[in-house]
């Protein structure tokens, strides 16, 4: 009888393993330079860590930021280079994601009230679009209509004030936005301020309000940048660009409060931050056992081990990405691969992470993608 069960689980086992998506279409956000002219896919296996060769999937402006709507059918991306004054109509693009090719098609767009939208975010219910602007230190919400179109904008919202680095803080820079477990509130970074905002969100009306507590500050200089939260919604990681450090916090998920616990350098034991180098990109491990942050001229990803009982990170290496500018970076879905996005070398590399140590190893593969500055993944049939 214990034999039959066990057989039974194992079947079941398997057919799990056999339903999840292993082939996936990844989008590639790019700058309208060297030679790149908007949004690249490639195809992706999972279950060999190889990436196809990447072909244009749709002509873009400096469409550099993506975000993927949560029924996986639309691909929203920003226009970095935009401005209302001097590109009306520009800002935020949507487009329609063919479910058999993985070809783009352009729905519409929606002109952003800051300039040089940077990132782009998409509420966990789809009603509702998030864009920063790095350029004017602004955010806002846009409504989305029921087949994914961008709709009118729901709340735009002025950051003001500056920090201690005259050159990089003299006013704000909002530079990530994101919508916390829960669709409730929304955190937004901002490099200018050294601060972590925080906004309700309604998402039914595209709304956001200033919370109480208004925001999170951090050490003056740091250049708050992205952030990521823990899988069990208590920790919020924010990787800071200026001091090439990752501050945990602790998230109250009632308040909106953020209460912070940590802060460790993503640079090797030792290292000081010096000219040219800074962090960009963060993310959590599926497992809740690892983080992920980018050092760009060190050319580097740092790997953390994560406690998921205090939030707390330990570094446990940094890896080369084989290129240059590592600007951002993803994790598959599976938790297997880590895709190394370098902007400047123009090229993808490819690591398999270790499941139980979280460490990489270069898989040997490289794809040319010009100017790449995100990727997004989306299941391939």
Known sequence: MQNCITFLLICATLGTVAAAPRD??????TYSKNRSHGIYRARFDAATGRLGAAELAIEAKDASFLALHP?????YAVDESSDPQRTPNTGVSAYAIAAKTGALTLLNQQTVGGAGPCHVNVDREGLCVFVANYGSGSIESIALESDGRLGAVGTSIQHAGSSVNPARQSGPHAHSIYAAPGNRFVLAADLGLDR???YRLDSAAAKLTANDPAFAALPPGSGPRHLAFHPNGKFVYVINE???TVAVFGYDAARGALTELQTISTLSPGQRVEAGVST??????????????????????AVFALDPATGRLALLETHSTRGSTPRHFALDPTGAWLLAENQDSGDVAIFRIDGATGRLTASGGMVAVPTPVCAVFVPAP
Request: with cysteine.
């Open 71 to 75: 029924n996986r059918k639309i691909l």
């Open 280 to 301: 960009a990109e963060i993310a959590v491990h599926p497992s809740g056992r690892f983080l992920y942050g980018s050092n760009r001229g060190q050319n580097s990803i």
């Open 196 to 198: 972590v905002f925080v």
């Open 24 to 29: 996936f279409f990844v989008y590639f956000g």
């Open 242 to 244: 200026m001091l090439c």
